[in-house]
Structure formats: C-alpha cells, structure tokens
C-alpha cells in the first residue's frame, strides 16, 4: 500500500483545514489508518484512527471534538478534517496504514507511511 498526504498548508487560528490520505491497492478496506503528526523537536504522536470499515473511530484527547476521521473506500482516501485549528496543532501530519480492523496509537503497529504534509497554524 502507498500513502500520499495532500491539503496541508498555512492558516489562521480558529480556522478549518482537511487533509486527505490517497491510498494505492485494491484491498484498501483491509486497513486501519491512523494519523499521526509530528512538531520539530517533538516525537510523533497519535492524533487519531479509523477502522477498516470506517465504523469506529479514536482521537487523542488535545483534538476530540475539533478533529474527525472519515473514509470513502470506493475511492481509497481518508479524510481527517481539523476544525477551531491551535497553534500547537502546528506539525507535519502523517497517515500509516495497518492490515487490521482497527486503528492503534503505536506508530510501530503501522507498516505503511505516507511522506507527511505540513499543517501550519498561525496565532
């Protein structure tokens, strides 16, 4: 499986960005995808899931309630989109890809990694 990250950019405190995570492969409904985001000098950290079938969604604490996970699998993309942006939601955001029902936190249970998208959110 191939991950690509697209919708990343510059934008204001308060507003609203969606990232998408194109995936290559006909067995894109066999994954779990997370996404995780990573600050300069900060480790990579789980900002959120969704299962195989979409049904089931996880989010850490900092962005439940701004941030929600979808996906469209007839057209192999997730989608996170991230309202009321912070300042500190400032970070390259990456999607990974598990063969398995459900999402995890670990960035090791993940085999497959997109190459990141800077999201930037100025105050």
């Known amino acids: 499986v191939q991950l690509v990250e697209s919708g990343g950019g510059l934008v204001q405190a308060g507003d609203s960005l969606r990232l998408s995570c194109a995936a290559s492969?006909?067995?894109?409904?066999?994954?779990?995808v997370g996404w995780f985001r990573q600050a300069p000098g900060k480790e990579r950290e789980f900002v959120g899931g969704?299962?195989?079938?979409?049904?089931?969604?996880t989010y850490t604490d900092s962005v439940k309630g701004r941030f929600t996970i979808s996906r469209d699998n007839g057209k192999n993309t997730v989608y996170v989109q991230m309202n009321t942006l912070k300042p500190e939601d400032t970070a390259v955001y990456y999607c990974?890809?598990?063969?398995?029902?459900?999402?995890?936190?670990?960035?090791?249970?993940?085999?497959?990694w997109g190459q990141g998208t800077q999201v930037t959110v100025s105050s």
């Open positions: 990974a890809a598990r063969l398995a029902y459900s999402a995890r936190a670990a960035a090791s249970e993940y085999a497959y």
């Open positions: 492969g006909r067995t894109f409904s066999s994954y779990a």
């Open positions: 969704i299962s195989w079938d979409g049904s089931t969604t």
